[in-house]
């Protein structure tokens, strides 16, 4: 399975906006799932400009399962092309989420089968990240974990943010912790507000990748508003690209190690995120900076 789900803590730190600009950058096919139980549909209303769904969707789905249909053969239908078709570029696919108020509350049976089904993606060499809104005092679904191989937790760099990581983080790193193969980590979004990425990672313990404070490149994912001239260039997008080649590179390199080890008969966990070990990771940029993208 290849299944990336992005979670936050406080409101609004970034997490839609970091999934989608993940999905816009990944290096291979890719559906963006908005799983977020408290409906917004803020990528169908921000970067999709309000594009109608015709009934595709997980609500949509809630019925589906009801009837006894198998959700891994219609998965298709309920998706929404994420960016214009492009032969020489990944496809990327967009699957809405909740409709109305409540819709969420319906599907806990469904988020099981579900999750299967997109886990199974990964046999047609297509990836799956996950917005799954808020952690909050319930945590994420079971099954969204229990399929997940990176659970990224999305926060700012203040205070307030961090705060709140520290009451709600140890229990996000115990429920990945009951997942062999599911890794955790931070994204910190505009880090040196004041607490830089290495900071917060030292601090938690927790691998950080960074995110720049870009709020008029972020406007473009977040509301549609048109983007800058060779924004695939700038800081923004160029922090995506470094993030999700790490993360698919960070699964292709597990599953040669599991098969190297299964090939002699022997089953071992992956290798789980550490503490720091010093290592800083670079990005060069056009304009001339060298930023950090992540601590490992």
């Known amino acids: 399975m290849a299944v990336f789900t992005l979670a936050s803590i406080t409101g609004a730190p970034g997490a839609t906006t970091t999934a989608l600009g993940l999905a816009l950058a990944w290096p291979r096919d890719v559906v963006l799932v908005d799983a977020d139980r408290t409906a917004s549909q803020a990528v169908l209303a921000g970067y999709l400009h309000d594009v109608k769904t015709n009934g595709r969707g997980l609500t949509s789905l809630t019925q589906l399962w009801r009837d006894g249909i198998d959700l891994a053969s219609d ?33 806990e049976p469904v988020w099981p089968e579900l999750m299967d089904a997109l886990a199974s993606l990964d046999l047609s060499n297509t990836d799956v990240i996950v917005d799954a809104g808020r952690w909050g005092s319930q945590g994420l679904p079971a099954a969204v974990i229990a399929n997940t191989r990176w659970l990224g937790v999305v926060t700012r760099s203040t205070l307030r943010s961090l705060a709140a990581l520290r009451l709600y983080l140890p229990d996000v790193t115990a429920a990945a912790g ?8 931070l994204v910190v979004i505009g880090p040196g507000a004041p607490y830089s990425a290495h900071e917060i990672a030292d601090h938690f313990a927790c691998p950080a990748d960074e995110v720049p404070w870009q709020p008029d490149d972020a406007s473009v994912l977040s509301d549609g508003v ?3 001239p060779r924004a695939d260039k700038r800081p923004l997008a160029r ?15 597990w599953d040669a190690q599991f098969e190297r080890v299964g090939s002699r008969g022997v089953r071992t966990s992956p290798a789980r995120s550490e503490p720091l070990s010093g290592q800083i990771a670079t990005d060069a940029y056009d304009d001339g900076e060298v930023r950090v993208s992540a601590y490992v």
């Open 178 to 185: 009951a997942v062999t193969s599911c890794t955790t980590g």
């Open 239 to 253: 922090s995506y690209t470094v993030i999700a080649q790490r993360l698919r590179q960070s699964v292709d390199d």
């Open 226 to 228: 048109p983007g800058r």
């Open 75 to 107: 998965l298709p239908k309920h998706m929404i092309q994420l960016s214009d078709p492009d032969i020489t570029a990944p496809e990327r696919w967009f699957m809405p989420g909740f409709g109305r108020p409540g819709s969420s509350s319906l599907f």
